[in-house]
């Protein structure tokens, strides 16, 4: 299959050049306003103990988005080169553990983790969000990234003993339970099974270590203050929670299964490789692991969205490797996979649910370097933002974006005809206004 290699290679190379070249286009959003505001407002103590209480208790995600720079950004220069940074970590690090775990060399780990890199990409459910939205993709992206150098530990520690490893992998899963909810849930079911397989002294420790870190992050008081209370009768409020449980399975299957021939002829040889290293009842046990967060958001009654992102490619992965067992011939229809990526979102869903909606992000990339005006975007927003700063009334109404991009990630102001939205109320705050609304 190296033809299908060279394609994808191709591929990724250029996906990667249109990723970077947006990103120079790249602007503060909805978040990165509230987070730069409340920590000027409270401090950053005050602050981390305020959104623990009454918004939740993601420790760090929340914490390291207190940093935000928008204030001391007038020109707006850590929007353009942060996902610069987390796009070039994430491939550093993949590219180290195809090193370690497979033996390759460096320009094959390399190219190994560009093809990855591919992949990842076409899975995100909202590649705006993940890579070009400053505080979700500190919450999203950057903790795959510490996971995967989590790996890189982990693999050095199994290999030499030294424990200064197995500190740095202690240190990261208690970052990591407090980044999100569901990559914290499927952590913890690797811990488990690591346990499971081999119940050694350090094992017990990351299992323990993991355990009370999800317990902090899950019983945050904040957590249960989002939680809408349900006044639906108790049959019908776990009607909705199995509903939901299968509508968002059922996505994910549908959106992987078109993924995973093209993913299993790419990555045939690594995959065989686990194969040989495992058994097919273990691997069947690591792909239910993505199972775990599904339960959660079900219970929750979450639709679709960016937060199942981190799921779909553990899913992605664990299922394939289970394939190599049965269906290993999928990958003849590599090309199939190939046609769908590129085809446009579906549209089959009201907005409410429009998530639901298949889309590998493939044509909409497209679009945006071709046909999307970015220039105008990113000036339109600097207008917007030095209006705001520089006007004295308390009370502004502005103009509606017209250049409205398809991967940068913008979210817009409700206008004076409609209901005030979050949008709006952090713009208000940040720059202290009682009323913000578009023409």
């Known amino acids: 299959m190296k033809t299908v290699q060279n394609i994808i290679l191709f591929l990724s190379v250029l996906l990667l050049i249109g990723l970077v070249y947006i990103s120079f286009f790249n602007v503060y959003q909805t978040d990165d306003y509230i987070f730069s505001y409340s920590t ?73 983790s560009l093809l990855l890199f591919f992949f990842y990409s076409i899975a995100l459910v909202s590649l705006p969000e993940h890579y070009y939205w400053f505080t979700g993709s500190n919450v999203y992206f950057l903790p795959v990234i510490l996971s995967v150098i989590l790996s890189l530990f982990y693999g050095k520690y199994l290999e030499n003993k030294n424990k200064l490893w197995l500190v740095l992998s202690i240190l990261l899963i208690m970052i990591l339970m407090g980044s999100n909810e569901l990559l914290a849930l499927l952590l913890l079911g690797i811990l ?16 323990i270590i993991g355990t009370a870190g999800l317990l902090v992050s899950f019983l945050a008081p904040g957590n249960f203050n989002r939680m809408a209370e349900s006044t639906d009768v108790f049959y019908i409020k776990w009607l909705k929670k199995i509903a939901f449980f299968g509508f968002n399975a059922v996505y994910i299957f549908v959106k992987v299964i078109f993924l995973i021939p093209l993913f299993i002829a790419v990555f045939e040889k690594e995959l065989n490789c686990i194969k040989e290293k495992t058994t097919f009842k273990k691997a069947f046990i690591v792909w239910i692991i993505s199972f775990l967060p599904l339960l959660l958001l079900a ?90 700063k520089n006007s004295k009334k ?31 109320d952090q713009l208000e705050k940040y720059f202290h206004k009682k009323y913000i609304r578009i023409k």
């Open 40 to 112: 000027e407002k409270l401090g950053l103590i005050k602050n981390i103990q305020d959104f623990y209480m009454k918004w939740g208790g993601r420790y760090f995600g929340y914490t390291i988005n207190m940093f935000n720079p928008v204030s001391y950004d007038p020109d707006n220069i850590v929007p353009k080169i942060y996902p610069l940074f987390l796009l070039s970590s994430f491939i550093t690090v993949v590219t180290l553990n195809f090193k370690r775990y497979f033996n390759y060399s460096l320009s094959e780990s390399f190219k190994k």
């Open 394 to 424: 308390d009370s502004i109404c502005i103009d509606k974006i017209k250049n409205v991009p398809k991967i940068l990630y913008f979210d817009e102001l409700s206008s004076v005809h409609e209901e005030k939205k979050y949008v709006n």
């Open 192 to 207: 488990v099974f690591l346990y499971s397989q081999n119940s050694s002294k350090e094992n017990m420790i990351l299992l």
């Open 299 to 388: 219970y929750i009654l979450n639709v679709i969205g960016r937060q199942f992102e981190n799921i779909i490619f553990f899913y992605l992965v664990t299922l394939s490797v289970v394939f190599m067992y049965k269906y290993r011939n999928i990958r003849k229809f590599w090309w199939v996979s190939i046609i769908v990526i590129f085809l446009p979102e579906t549209d089959l869903f009201r907005k409410d649910y429009s998530n639901y909606n298949i889309d590998y992000n493939m044509n909409n990339f497209v679009k945006e370097i071709f046909i999307s005006d970015l220039g105008e975007y990113d000036q339109e927003i600097e207008n917007r933002v030095s209006l705001l």
